[in-house]
């Protein structure tokens, strides 16, 4: 992306065309080119959210489960209401802020976990598939073929009704969203390594299998595989929280993003807020992360897709 | 006494797929065609050839890295498979390789000290860390490398530099083997003899021993105690370096020795140009295989294909040779 | 193309084998199947018959096998709510389904091709930028968020819209356009990167270059050929047309599949939700079998060999 440079801010005299401010000028520019400034944004929302993640306990004003039934379906601040709740209460009086907060660290986890867990699941297949290749490799394909073939979200709701649903089930069901991209990158990605030297040449020191993949062609492949992730932790928390939403995924009284909006829908003419501040963090979080993922891929990776 | 290596009759051929017709056509392609020789405890076979004649196939075969098609390796009299098991693992620590090219050799997102490192981890896991550290220090000094370079990403050295990594690496558990495939073609001439010289200073201080590979016939001459000239996945030569390069008796050799710019030489001797490429290896022609090129080929080399004959510890594939007129040279020596 | 054809619905089938093998596993995981498939509150001597039926008493691939036969049979257990059979309940669902879907796709086409069509020809154009922003945000805004957001809108501010509800065609309008909204994001996202990739290829270049109008090029050459990949894309989105559904119909209490599912799920009326998933998993398979033989059909090879020979 290339950023104009406004003509109004040319120097109007050839005697201020002096270098300094001519470099410091072009200085200003290639940090927006090194870093734009809706990635800025989206790295600053980002560490809002993990601050927020890390800090909950003590950041939220409020219990998040506290009912205060003198103080029900107060306004957000900027919509009538007071300080005492910037974010407005909801019908049984609780601070939507401090929900807020709870629910984005819940969902943050989940979505976290869960990627860790299709990381190593696909990281794993991928490498499994790559290093023993025929039969092997021919049935992981076709599980992922399979599993690319279904739409993840029926699958989990059949997961779901078979199993119930807990905390932890729910946290792995969504840990094997996106696997199967995650292991058709990594098997590639080893496979061209193997064909490097630098795979072939630790073999032949008397390196183990395990050895090689973990130590050598893991890390070198590591940049491309945190774009990946990078880009399907959006997805999974527009999952986890559709799930939520739908009432299927975290039950109450455990709150997360999805879940305040599907109770916040049943506010939608008398408190809107209630649901909007839910849907506020879903949309700018996964926005932000999306933008970071998309640019960090056109830096790092372009041939990634 | 027997042999450190034994290598008989070895071959490896591989299908290939030729686009031809409708559907193509499936061929084998005879990359090593029945090669056998052995190397003493200590001592250097320095391999020459063409490209693709079949060096890298044949160092690759000896290590094991490869499935034979045919034939056996024997190392220290245990045969050498290529089934990558614990044992194989292990049989690595008494030998190594040396590859053209250092810069894929090496992980480029490891500091080579601990590349260098690596084989004390795979092999002596109970070693501690300050020892190996120290060991790897050493093996740095002893290839050369000064010590600021130790934290050093591969990509942050010179092509010698790095060939000079990865030997310190092959030799870091004392090998009895050493294969060295091309290790200095892809470096700049000027490294080139530097680089060899310490081959050879290593060698004599650890005294391995070593396949040696390579196009050039000066370089397998300063390297080798015995040398093999390789034609079409075939040993069509084999001697003393000096026999064989100074009176080379297969027409092959002839040619290639011929072929070297040397000024003394210049003036003496014809040069001997070879006509046309070598054919592939997938349709070796019958009988003696470089008889479509052979300046003095005859009718009996298009169907009796030449044995390897040695006379006096200098082995030669050519019916004209070994028909008398080679014996008579000899006897001249 | 014969093989290529016997390929694919080898492939095919194997994957409907594995979705079917996948819901006897997690039947099995899930409990005696008896009592899930006809419900705790079944006579005894129904579970005597079932058990006789379906021959629990035999080694699991037995089982397995009689599973198979029962499921190609349309032996598909009662649903748990009324006792109906499970199929039955699913099958009257489906014309609302489709009521919303397929309109939805044709807004999902009808937004998404030329967008995407359009901001690959204007590359790096603020058209280009303008698209592709609101193509991320069709990726980022939940279809929760979405359809809520327009029924505050449309039916809470304005009132033009019923928030919920199926009794009239208006009720049927903001599902169909969140659906619509969602789904074009993603085709005019997939349409933009095929484009771009065709009109890199030399073919395009030589033909533009030969003096051939670019409109032409673009018409007669371009999009042609990126219409193959997006045809994936669209197989996809057709496959998955229910599960597209199960989020929107929930949001505006649109009684289709998709509503029922969830409603299954949170009751694990195991029968039905059987029946949903095997209907998806069938979809899923027909549609990219469908894409698989147009492939073969608009192979992009003659089209090449047709452009070089009619120039
Ligand atoms: N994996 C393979 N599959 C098919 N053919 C191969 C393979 N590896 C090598 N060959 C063929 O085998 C023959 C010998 O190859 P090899 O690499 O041993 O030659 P070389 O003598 O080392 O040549 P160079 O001096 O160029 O390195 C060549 O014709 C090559 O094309
Ligand atoms: S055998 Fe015949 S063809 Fe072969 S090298 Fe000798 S003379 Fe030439
Ligand atoms: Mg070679």
Redesign the pocket.
């Known amino acids: 992306m290339t950023i104009d440079t406004t003509p109004g801010l040319e120097p109007a005299s050839p005697a201020h065309a002096s270098g300094s401010v001519f470099t410091s000028k072009s200085r200003v520019g290639a940090f927006f080119e090194a870093w734009p400034p809706l990635v800025l944004i989206a790295l600053f929302w980002i560490g809002l959210i993990a601050v927020v993640v890390v800090g909950a306990k003590w950041i939220a004003p409020y219990d998040f489960m506290a009912l205060d039934l003198r103080a029900r379906l107060i306004p957000p601040v900027f919509m009538g209401g007071s300080w005492l709740h910037p974010l407005g209460t909801d019908e049984l009086g609780r601070d939507v802020l401090s929900r807020l907060i709870v629910s984005i660290r819940i969902s943050m986890v989940i979505a976290f976990l869960s990627t860790l867990i299709a990381a190593i699941v696909g990281v794993s297949l991928g490498f499994l598939a790559a290093y023993f290749r025929g039969r092997v490799e021919q049935v992981i394909l076709m599980l992922i073929d399979a599993q690319a073939a279904m739409p993840f979200m029926i699958i989990a709701l059949a997961v779901l009704a078979f199993l119930g649903s807990s905390l932890f089930l729910f946290t792995v069901l969504m840990g094997f969203y996106g696997w199967e991209r995650i292991a058709r990158i990594s098997r590639g990605l080893a496979i061209s390594a193997n064909e490097r030297g630098y795979a072939t040449a630790v073999r032949d020191l008397g390196a183990t299998p395990f050895r090689i993949y973990s130590r050598h062609i893991l890390p070198n492949i590591a940049s491309t595989l945190i774009v990946s992730l990078t880009l399907n932790f959006p997805e999974v928390i527009l999952l986890e929280s559709g799930l939520s939403f739908l009432g299927l995924g975290v039950q109450p009284p455990m709150t997360s993003l999805g879940n305040m909006v599907g109770y916040g829908r049943d506010y939608i003419q008398s408190a809107p807020w209630i649901m909007l501040a839910p849907s506020a963090a879903i949309v700018v979080t996964t926005l932000s992360i999306s933008i970071l993922g998309d640019w960090m891929r056109d830096k790092f990776d372009p041939t990634l897709d | 006494m027997s042999a450190l290596l034994q290598v008989k009759d070895l071959k490896r051929h ?1 299908e ?1 797929h030729i686009p031809e017709g409708l559907f193509g056509r499936k061929a084998s ?1 005879k ?2 065609d029945g090669v056998s020789f052995a190397i003493e405890k200590g001592r250097t076979l320095g391999l020459v ?12 075969l000896v290590l094991g890295l490869i499935p034979a098609t045919a034939g056996t390796v024997e190392f220290a009299g245990t045969r050498v498979t290529a089934r990558h098991d614990a044992q194989w693992r292990a049989m690595r620590r008494r030998m190594q390789m040396i590859y ?1 090219d250092p810069l894929g050799a090496l992980d480029r997102r490891l500091p080579v000290i601990t590349q260098i490192a690596e084989p004390f981890e795979i092999h002596h896991p109970e070693m501690p860390a300050a020892e190996r550290t120290e060991r790897s220090a050493l093996l740095m000094e002893s290839v050369g490398l000064r010590p600021d370079m130790a934290m050093r990403y591969p990509h942050e050295l010179s092509g010698g530099q790095r060939q000079r990594v990865v030997i310190a690496r092959a030799l870091a558990l004392d090998p009895d083997l050493l294969v060295c ?2 290790p200095v073609s892809a470096l700049d001439v000027s490294i080139q003899a530097q680089v060899l010289n310490l081959l050879d200073d290593l060698r004599e201080r650890t005294g391995f021993a070593a396949l040696f ?1 390579s ?1 050039d016939l000066k370089v397998v001459r300063q390297m080798s105690d015995q040398v093999a000239v ?1 034609y079409l ?1 075939r040993i069509v030569e084999s001697g003393l370096p000096e026999e064989v390069f100074r009176h080379p008796q297969h027409p092959y050799t002839k040619a290639l020795v011929s072929a070297i710019p040397t000024p003394a030489r210049r003036g003496k001797r014809e040069r001997i140009v070879l006509e046309g490429d070598p054919p ?2 997938v349709d070796v022609p019958s009988g003696c295989s470089f008889h479509t090129r052979c300046p003095i080929a005859q009718a009996s080399c298009r169907t009796v294909a030449p044995q390897l004959i040695e006379s006096g510890g200098h082995a030669v594939a050519c019916h004209l040779v070994n028909a008398g007129a080679a014996p008579a040279v000899q006897a001249a020596e | 193309m014969v093989q290529y054809l016997l390929m694919k619905i080898f492939r095919a089938l194997v994957t409907v084998t594995l979705i079917v093998s996948a819901a006897f596993v997690v039947l099995r995981l899930s409990g005696d199947p008896a009592i899930i498939i006809l419900g705790p509150e079944a006579p005894p001597e129904a579970f005597e018959a079932f058990r006789r039926n379906w021959g629990l008493d035999q080694p699991i691939w037995v089982q397995y096998f009689k599973y198979f036969a029962a499921v190609f049979q349309g032996d598909l257990g009662n649903s748990m709510r009324d006792g109906r059979s499970a199929l039955v309940v699913v099958g009257e669902r489906i014309p609302l389904t489709l009521a919303i879907t397929l309109p939805a796709l044709f807004i999902k086409l009808a937004i998404g091709l030329p967008a995407g069509v359009m901001a690959a020809l204007y590359r790096n154009t603020w058209v280009d930028r303008l698209i592709m922003m609101l193509s991320v945000a069709g990726f980022t805004v939940p279809s929760f968020v979405l359809g809520l957001v327009l029924a505050m809108i449309f039916a809470v501010w304005l009132g033009w819209l019923p928030s919920g509800g199926s009794d009239t065609w208006a009720h049927a309008v903001l599902p169909t356009v969140t659906m619509g909204l969602v789904g074009a994001a993603v085709i005019a996202r997939f349409t933009r990167s095929a484009m771009l990739e065709v009109l890199g290829q030399p073919y395009i270049r030589t033909a533009s270059a030969k003096g051939l109008l670019w409109r032409d090029v673009v018409r007669s050459h371009a999009l042609p050929n990126a219409a193959i990949p997006t045809l994936t894309i669209i197989g996809f989105l057709v496959g998955s047309l229910v599960a597209g559904a199960v989020v929107v119909e929930s949001v505006f209490s649109w009684p289709g599949v998709g509503r029922l599912l969830v409603n299954a799920v949170a009751n694990r009326d195991l029968a039905v939700v059987q029946v949903i998933l095997l209907l998806v998993g069938l979809t899923m398979v027909g549609a990219n079998l469908a894409v698989d033989i147009l492939y073969g059909i608009v192979d992009p090879r003659l089209r090449i060999k047709r452009l070089q020979a009619g120039s």
């Open positions: 591989y290939v392609l990359a090593v050839g063409e490209s693709g004649c079949g060096k890298s196939t044949t160092a690759k053209q495939d091309e590979i196009h390789m996945g592939s290896p």
